[in-house]
């Protein structure tokens, strides 16, 4: 990885949503390195929210959870969110 890029790692699940949504790799990692909002998880302590609009795909918010007590970072899943937007 390159110096603008941080280390993560995948969990089966997001690898699988990244080819079933055909997610591209570099939007996910934009998110995770520069993310327009980042939000606790309502229900676990260890998992976070980050969220941008993807330029490239309509402006529509990708939203990808990790859980960030672990280093490096675990990347749980990753979406779309129809629901949120960000002004």
Known sequence: M??????????QHARDALAKRRIEIDWMEQ??????????????????????RVPQFGDRVLRVI???KRKPPLVVTVFFD???TIP
């Open 2 to 11: 390159t110096d603008d890029k941080m280390d993560y790692v995948l969990t």
């Open 66 to 68: 990790i859980n960030s």
């Open 31 to 52: 998110v995770l390195t520069a993310p327009e909002v980042i939000e606790p998880d309502p229900v676990d302590p260890d998992l976070e929210h980050r969220l941008a």
């Open 82 to 84: 129809r629901r949120r």
